[in-house]
């Protein structure tokens, strides 16, 4: 697991002071070593996190003669294999590491090859004959990888930070912060930044040496499947899903230095530690986190499956330093980030690090196979659809004139809502009349966004076919943009913070194609989501956890707003910096703190973007670093 970044440098030599800065400001993501190559015009590099072939793991890596390079953070889980075939085909290995294998991939098959590489990856290859720059990232977008083609030089970087090291300019992108207002993230390819991307997930870019550069899509996630196909049956599928698992499971314990595994108590982390310990000779060790307050603690569910399996368990109650720790998990996501559960998956992170350097985790389950509550209610939301036009406008017009805390005024806006896409947003996500109290109204999405011919070509890659069922197009959304916009940033940038890797079975891309043709009915049985899922692991799982209702991964944020976070949340939220930057309507902000602080409404939700929004602000107006000169 490694960080890495580089340029291509159109105005004279590559500074090589510039790409050790670049690499430096990523230092979290690899501690245990560094790399740097500079060729001319190029300039790529790293830092590492070492993970397997520890001794000649060495970056960056190149070919026989010397021509070819690359940097690379992930792991590459069929690296033996590709080995084995390109040995064959008179290719030459000096080390042991996955990494090798992606320069002589390249030498075979191009940029292409990347479609071969089963695993979690971000590289770069410098190709110094066609004096061209390779990004790659991985289906799934596990790791992430950011970019900025600006006028004499194009960066690359695992984190924004890395970017803005090397002179990134800082202008903000309205429609990014629209959509983080929308979301609660901002999904790819946008970076909070005007001048940065990021490359989305599935797709390879190519810069060459005047600075153009093209991306190519070689990885598009399955449409789901919406009906039973009788060639298949249920128990097939099952004994199909199972089997899977295992092996993603399998492949991903292989390490040379000590692994384990978060356990919460859900059904996806139990999933995965059974596979575990099922395949494991020794025993298993797991990390649980809880909290005092008991809705907050799932610590009982995760000892039954501790108990089960024998596992070497280790857990802790959790007491933090609430500011200290906003403050520093701010500060690493480089971009506003809204999704509060990203403590507790630092806090993981950090208490398993103690003790090893690799973990599984449960992610990728709710997506792939529908676990969230949102997906059963698409009947309900698809059959709103039935309301006659006229009692759907009374209903928007009623919306607009209730004050914003009366009971039912977001309920009937979603009502009114023309398609069951845009319902589902509004259930899902924002709600519009929310948005309208709160933001200025130049900061606004489209009241119909979710389902304009803008939302189509904006989001193309994470919209399913026209026709399709409001589920289908539900588990798509959240398979896609969701999942690469949110759950796996968070995850990425919480556990590099902690230099721990952490690898995802249940986003094996193979087994994420063998969701897809899993129909929905066997997904969702009324309101149990996961059903097939659960079916084939049941027999592996204590019975308290099969139908217990589904508990979010989160911290007891309200009560720390009431608490060792109130003087942050009025100090930043009240004070003229966060006012007079004319985003918010600070009156309705003043309200929303009062509200939350004498427990009339938990406003936490949004008390918390705005907190992160304004706290990204303050870190962007004093920058980490002095840039060096780039050339």
């Known amino acids: 697991m490694c960080g890495i970044a580089g340029y291509l440098n159109r105005q004279g030599a590559a500074n090589a002071d510039l790409l050790r800065d670049m690499c430096d400001v990523l ?44 940097v690379f953070n992930g792991e590459i ?28 991939l390249y030498e075979e098959e191009g940029a292409a090859g990347v479609a071969r590489l089963r695993g979690m990856f971000a590289y770069a290859i410098w190709d110094s004959r066609a004096k061209k720059l390779i990004l790659a990232r991985d289906r799934l977008g596990k790791k992430p990888l950011h970019y ?56 390879w870019l190519e810069v060459d040496s005047s600075g153009k550069h093209r991306i190519e899509r070689y990885w598009s996630y399955p449409v789901p499947e919406r009906t039973v196909d009788s060639r298949v049956s249920q128990p097939e599928m099952r004994n199909r899903i199972r089997d899977k698992v295992d092996e993603s499971v399998r492949i991903r314990m292989v390490a040379d230095v000590p692994l384990g595994a978060f356990l919460s108590g859900g059904i996806d982390s139990s999933v995965v530690v059974a596979s575990m310990a099922l395949q494991s000779s020794a025993p298993i060790k797991t990390f649980s986190i809880g909290f005092e307050e008991a809705e907050y603690n799932e610590l009982g569910y995760a000892r039954l499956v501790a108990d089960r399996y024998q596992t070497d368990h280790h857990e802790i109650i959790v007491r933090p330093n609430a500011i200290d720790l906003v403050e520093k998990l701010v500060r690493q996501f480089d971009e506003p980030f809204g999704d509060s559960s990203a403590i ?12 090893v350097k690799v973990a599984l985790s449960g992610d990728g389950g709710d997506e792939l196979f529908g676990g969230y509550e949102i997906f059963q209610d698409a009947p309900r939301l698809e059959g709103y659809g039935r309301i006659p036009s006229a009692a759907r406008s009374a209903a928007a017009q009623l919306a607009r004139l209730l004050p914003y805390d009366a009971r039912g005024k977001n309920y009937l806006h979603m009502l009114s809502r023309p398609s069951a896409r845009a319902r589902y947003f509004e259930s899902n996500y924002a709600p519009y009349q929310m948005r309208k109290h709160l933001i200025a109204a130049e900061w606004m999405l489209d009241e119909d966004y979710s389902y304009l011919a803008e939302f189509s070509a904006q989001f193309s890659d994470c919209v399913a076919p026209a026709g399709s069922d409001l ?53 969702i049985r009324g309101r149990q989501g996961k059903a097939i899922l659960i079916d084939a692991m049941a027999d592996r799982l204590p019975p308290e956890l099969l139908h217990r209702s589904k508990m979010g991964f989160a911290v007891p944020l309200s009560p720390w707003m009431r608490g060792p976070l109130r003087d942050m949340l009025h100090d930043h939220l009240t004070g003229s910096p966060f006012t007079d930057r004319g985003i918010v309507n600070a009156p309705f902000v003043r309200q929303l703190l009062e509200e939350h602080q004498s427990g009339r409404r938990d406003n936490r939700t949004w008390l918390w973007s705005l907190l992160v929004l304004e706290m990204w602000f303050r870190e962007v107006a004093a920058p980490a670093a002095a840039p060096a000169v780039c050339g």
């Open 77 to 104: 889980y069929n690296f033996a294999e590709l080995r084995e075939q390109l040995e064959s085909r008179g290719h030459c290995f000096r080390t042991r590491t996955d990494t090798e294998v992606l320069v002589h």
């Open 148 to 203: 900025a083609a600006l006028p004499g030089r194009f960066l690359f970087g695992s984190e924004l930070k890395a970017l803005r090291i090397a002179g990134l300019p800082t202008d903000v992108d309205e429609q990014a912060l629209r959509l983080y207002f929308q979301f609660g993230w901002i999904p790819d390819p946008w970076t909070i930044f005007r001048h940065a991307r990021k490359l989305p997930p599935g797709c």
């Open 471 to 523: 589920l289908t197009e539900m588990l798509y959304f959240e398979a896609t943009a969701k999942l690469s916009g949110d759950m796996l940033v968070k995850v990425d940038r919480m556990s590099m913070l902690a230099s721990l890797e952490v690898r995802c079975p249940l986003l094996d891309h193979e087994l994420a194609e063998l969701s897809s043709q899993v129909p929905n009915a066997w997904k």
């Open 27 to 70: 230092r979290h993501r690899g501690p245990d070593d560094a790399g740097y190559l500079t060729d001319g015009r190029a300039a790529i590099g790293m830092r590492r996190l070492s993970i397997i072939d520890l001794n000649t793991g060495h970056q960056p890596i190149s070919n026989e003669d010397g021509t070819i390079w690359t």
């Open 344 to 355: 507790p998956t630092f806090i993981v992170s950090e208490f398993a690090r103690k003790h």
